[in-house]
């Protein structure tokens, strides 16, 4: 169907038709043409019908992949790690985008069982924490409150790196969100420490602090996945040199090397963001992250106790495990 034809059926009021035609398409299961003989129309355009009710967002169509854990890799991480709850997910072939999008199934799976209504639940940034939020459907929780962790990155993708994504999460839960207003990393430690004395932000940071449920990526100082150097917050040179002060990755912009000790750098001291010991005191702090590329990233985390839930991919937990062996 035509753009021109679509926005006519919407200004003309007629998405209730489409959805109606979806409906029996999709839910009823009746044929085409069944549909077209019931409503009268030929069954060509009920074809073009259920193709505009997929472009007005009327029908959204979702492919539910088998999600195949490897057990026995998720006992190993539990015990070496003391991890609350831990998911493996068996990549087999898969790139790495739609990996992410099943690692994100498997914490959507999580938060579910976890989230109760009335808590406060935390979110940093990246793409793996917005895949969990584009797997989610939790019952409707209108007491929930989501609570951004981090400044916003200000890339020009704000679903995945600023405050959309707390909004997007909070929206799934039919809950309300606070966003931190300002920005993941400042130009230099005063302005910093001013905006961290700044009510707004004292006030979300402080609101952190009281979170239940947190939701983080773990970041790498390898460029080729550096969510800091897609931002443009730093260079490749720049990530090269946290790497060569021994910063193998990040949460919630907290840098630690690979045995988990947390690293003071000058990033560090113009990061917006939750501190380590309140990301520490949350109860359930889950991590996503895979593919070998995160692999000492997620060692490190594990390692530092920033989180104590993880979902990964087989071909990560196998190198994580191997460190320290």
Not at 45 to 65: D, N, Q, W
Not at 74 to 84: A, H, K, T
Not at 95 to 103: G, H, K
Not at 235 to 248: C, D, I, K, R
């Amino acid at each position: 169907m035509t753009t021109d034809a679509l926005t006519q059926l919407k200004d003309a009021g007629n998405l209730g038709f489409l959805a109606r035609v979806a409906s029996l398409y999709y839910e009823d299961g009746l044929t085409q043409q069944r549909i077209a003989e019931e409503l009268g129309y030929s069954r060509s355009a009920i074809s073009r019908f259920l193709t505009a009710a997929r472009e007005a967002g009327v029908v959204e169509i979702r492919v539910h992949h088998p999600l195949k854990r490897v057990l026995d890799l998720e006992l190993e991480l539990r015990e070496r790690f003391d991890l609350q709850v831990v998911r493996v997910f068996d990549r087999q072939a898969l790139d790495y985008q739609r990996m992410l999008s099943r690692l994100g199934a498997l914490g959507a799976q999580i938060i579910e069982t976890h989230v109760q209504d009335g808590m406060k639940i935390g979110v940093s940034w990246g793409t793996a924490v917005f895949e969990v939020a584009n797997a989610l459907r939790p019952p409707y929780l209108p007491n929930v409150t989501v609570i951004q962790l981090v400044g916003s990155l200000g890339t020009p993708d704000p679903e995945i790196d600023g405050v959309e994504l707390a909004r997007s999460y909070a929206r799934t839960f039919g809950g309300r969100y606070r966003i931190l207003p300002a920005p993941a990393i400042v130009e230099s430690p005063q302005v910093r420490d001013a905006l961290m004395h700044d009510r707004p932000v004292r006030e979300v940071l402080e609101a952190a602090g009281e979170v239940e449920l947190a939701i983080v990526g773990i970041g790498t100082t390898k460029p080729e996945k550096s969510s800091m150097v897609r931002a443009e917050f730093l260079t490749e040179v720049e990530a090269l040199a946290l790497a060569s002060a021994g910063a193998v990755g990040d949460v919630c912009a907290i840098l630690f090397d690979g045995d988990g000790h947390l690293l003071d750098l000058p990033l560090g001291a113009r990061t917006v963001a939750i501190q380590a010991e309140d990301l520490r005191r949350i109860p359930l702090v889950l991590g996503v992250a895979g593919g070998e590329v995160k692999a000492c990233a997620i060692h490190g985390a594990l390692k530092s106790r920033l989180i104590n839930a993880l979902v990964t991919d087989d071909s990560a937990a196998r190198l994580v495990l191997d460190e320290g062996r």
